[in-house]
């Protein structure tokens, strides 16, 4: 396991964008982003894999948010545009073992941050 921590959230308007962070402790594999928001269960966002390229977005991202890596920083980066209400919550980053392609099931990873908060004023 890997220790993760986000950072880049914050309060936007609609129609703005915000740029999250992911700063990881080892050198993950691969990684995803995940979303929680208020009421409603954990949802899927995007995924990656080891070496950078994009893996699988939900639909309601796809074409407005960008996942992407450094691994020579240990970095996960989701750079998030068109902002809506409905992309509201608590952002987390997870990093997969090294042996698993990570898709859009929580099972798939092993470590995860503790959350950064996006908040989108309509």
């Known amino acids: 396991q890997v220790h993760l921590v986000e950072s880049g959230g914050g309060l936007v308007q609609a129609g703005g964008s915000l740029r999250l962070s992911c700063v990881a402790s080892?050198?993950?594999?691969?990684m995803g982003w995940f979303r929680r928001a208020p009421g409603k269960e954990l949802e899927f966002v995007a995924s990656?894999?080891?070496?950078?390229?994009?893996?699988e977005y939900t639909d309601s991202v796809r074409g407005r948010f960008a996942i992407s890596k450094d691994s020579a920083k240990n970095m996960l980066y989701l750079q998030m545009n068109s902002l809506n209400a409905n992309d509201t919550g608590v952002y987390y980053c997870?990093?997969?073992?090294?042996?698993?392609?990570?898709?859009?099931?929580?099972?798939?990873?092993?470590?995860w941050g503790q959350g950064t908060q996006v908040t989108v004023s309509s």
């Open positions: 997870a990093a997969a073992p090294w042996h698993t392609r990570p898709s859009a099931l929580q099972h798939d990873y092993d470590s």
């Open positions: 080892g050198r993950p594999y691969g």
């Open positions: 990656i894999s080891f070496n950078g390229v994009p893996l």
